[in-house]
């Protein structure tokens, strides 16, 4: 089976940096991905790690440790358009299902 | 890039009666796609996955026979939700799988449904 683990709710001040962590224990594991979500819209994709080690992609940064089953996505400059659900996701071994964790709700204050 | 399109982006039905949701990938083949269901403030719980030219495969707790999927083109998968009650009431978003694109998956802009 499938668990996945990210803290319910953040709140961060407008030009901080903020990690949000993932912990998963999985039956399978071919990759680790990483949505944004705004409120009544579908994901949209962030990042991906396969690797462990850390992946760059302008303010987004995105960490994954196999060995510890663990990831991080890091966000910085935050600014207010940045507040939204942050959603992990694992992909199967057979490298078809993703199973999305529970969602992490970030508040980017003034 | 890819493009997937759902429709309707929002419904509302009478208790009883039947919706069906359309995913089509508008710029390429689709041999899987996934169909999510979301209630508010939760995650994305993966209800099915559609293949084309055979059977969903269905995750454990969704009734096959409520929510009938079909996948009868490389391009076009349905979720028709049958006989809906007010709890069915949900954002429902599909996804479709292929490799190179986003790593593999593109997901629809989602469907809003309410029962009444």
């Known amino acids: 089976g499938q668990n996945i683990d990210q803290p319910t709710e953040m709140t961060a001040t407008e030009g901080a940096i903020v990690q949000i962590n993932c912990t998963y224990q999985?039956?399978?594991?071919?990759?680790l991905f990483w949505y944004q979500q705004h409120a009544g819209e579908a994901p949209t994709f962030l990042s991906y790690?396969?690797?462990?080690g850390l992946e760059e992609k302008g303010r987004f940064s995105s960490f994954l440790s196999r060995s510890k089953g663990y990831s991080y996505l890091l966000l910085k400059e935050l600014q207010m358009k940045d507040s939204a659900s942050y959603l992990c996701?694992?992909?199967?071994?057979?490298?078809?299902?993703?199973?999305f964790g529970g969602g992490t709700r970030l508040m980017v204050k003034p | 890039g890819a493009v997937v399109s759902q429709h309707p982006s929002w419904v509302i039905c009478k208790s009883g009666t039947s919706v069906k949701i359309e995913c089509r990938s508008l710029?390429?083949?689709?041999?899987?796609m996934f169909w999510y269901r979301q209630f508010p403030k939760q995650s994305l719980m993966l209800m099915a996955t559609?293949?084309?030219?055979?059977?969903?495969?269905?995750e454990q707790g969704v009734e096959k026979d409520k929510f009938l999927i079909n996948h009868a083109s490389l391009t076009l998968s349905t979720l028709t939700v049958t006989s809906a009650h007010p709890e069915d009431s949900s954002f429902y978003i599909c996804?479709?799988?292929?490799?190179?694109?986003?790593?593999?998956?593109?997901f629809g802009s989602g469907t809003r449904l309410t029962v009444v």
């Open positions: 996804s479709a799988r292929d490799e190179g694109i986003n790593y593999g998956y593109t």
């Open positions: 559609s293949n084309e030219g055979s059977k969903a495969t269905y």
């Open positions: 710029d390429f083949q689709a041999t899987t």
């Open positions: 996701a694992v992909r199967d071994y057979a490298g078809n299902m993703l199973t």
């Open positions: 790690n396969v690797l462990d």
């Open positions: 999985t039956s399978g594991f071919n990759g």
